[in-house]
């Protein structure tokens, strides 16, 4: 699996109900979270609320081997967790537009990771 994060920026004054609806779906819609991740090819996904003088922005990390699928199963499945998740997290708190557009996938610039006390650097750009 590959890594994949992004930012996008909460609407002002929705953090309240979007860590609401971040509760709700850690509790009484885990189940449905985890089988859309797993239809959606999503391995593991980590979310962070970062607070700049810009604004509100949710900071994701994904482990999946394809992004733009991911991308395009939470904005056009009608699974009943995913419309949910699209109208609540996507719409409501992020400002997204129904049937919009997938965003354009991000360039990976860096990759360091350390590994038996050796330092490694990957450029991302070599293949």
Same mark, same amino acid.
């Given at each position: 699996?590959?890594?994949?994060?992004?930012?996008?920026?909460?609407?002002?004054?929705?953090?309240?109900?979007?860590?609401?609806?971040?509760?709700?779906?850690?509790?009484?819609?885990?189940?449905?979270?985890?089988?859309?991740?797993?239809?959606?090819?999503?391995?593991?996904?980590?979310?962070?609320?970062?607070?700049?003088?810009?604004?509100?922005?949710?900071?994701?990390?994904?482990?999946?081997?394809?992004?733009?699928?991911?991308?395009?199963?939470?904005?056009?499945?009608?699974?009943?967790?995913?419309?949910?998740?699209?109208?609540?997290?996507?719409?409501?708190?992020? &400002?997204?537009?129904? &049937?919009?557009?997938?965003?354009?996938?991000?360039?990976?610039?860096?990759?360091?990771?350390?590994?038996?006390?050796?330092?490694?650097?990957?450029?991302?750009?070599?293949?």
């Amino acid at each position: 699996m590959k890594s994949y994060a992004f930012a996008m920026p909460l609407l002002p004054g929705k953090i309240e109900a979007w860590k609401k609806y971040i509760q709700e779906i850690k509790t009484q819609r885990l189940n449905k979270f985890n089988a859309s991740h797993e239809k959606c090819g999503l391995s593991q996904e980590q979310v962070w609320l970062q607070n700049t003088p810009m604004g509100d922005f949710v900071v994701v990390h994904w482990e999946t081997d394809n992004p733009r699928t991911v991308f395009e199963h939470f904005m056009k499945s009608d699974e009943p967790y995913d419309k949910w998740f699209r109208e609540k997290i996507l719409m409501e708190c992020h &400002g997204l537009k129904p &049937g919009g557009s997938i965003p354009p996938i991000n360039e990976q610039i860096l990759d360091y990771r350390s590994a038996v006390g050796e330092k490694v650097y990957t450029d991302s750009h070599k293949k």
